[in-house]
């Protein structure tokens, strides 16, 4: 019926139930999406697709995405591909406690690239992640210091 059909938007503001997350979750990645011009860079860039961490890594404009959809595996000091040397940061958790997460990552942490070289030759550039089961992460390479 239409009755139960329809959006019912009321839902978030109920503080009991787990939509209010949903709905601050939904304005902070529209919010980080419209700040970072996201939707303004063109397409995606596919760094990274680990099946067996059931993994996804892409870059979209100034940001880099890790979609961690595996049930149960964490993996501390996860290699992650970026398109830039640089300083990163995280902007935006789904593990964060403001979205019902469990707040495991450390949001002030900064994570510096590092080179690594393969058999053909080619260099590219990575950093270390905490990379939790079931969240996406988003980070954004730092302004370089003077």
């Not at 419209?34 to 100034?62: F, I, P």
């Not at 593990?95 to 900064?110: A, C, H, P, W, Y």
């Amino acid at each position: 019926s239409y009755k139960y059909a329809r959006r019912q938007w009321s839902l978030a503001d109920n503080g009991f139930l787990k939509y209010s997350w949903l709905g601050e979750f939904d304005r902070a990645m529209l919010d980080m999406v419209e700040r970072n011009g996201v939707m303004r860079c063109g397409y995606a860039y596919n760094q990274l697709m680990d099946v067996g961490a059931k993994t996804m890594v892409y870059s979209h404009g100034k940001v880099l995405f890790v979609v961690n959809w595996h049930p149960s595996l964490s993996i501390p000091d996860y290699m992650v591909p970026v398109p830039d040397a640089g300083r990163y940061r995280i902007i935006l958790s789904t593990d964060d406690e403001r979205f019902g997460g469990q707040g495991r990552n450390d949001m002030t942490l900064v994570h510096f690239s590092f080179p690594l070289t393969d058999k053909d030759g080619i260099t590219k550039h990575y950093i270390k992640i905490y990379n939790i089961c079931r969240t996406a992460t988003v980070y954004k390479k730092l302004p370089e210091e003077v």
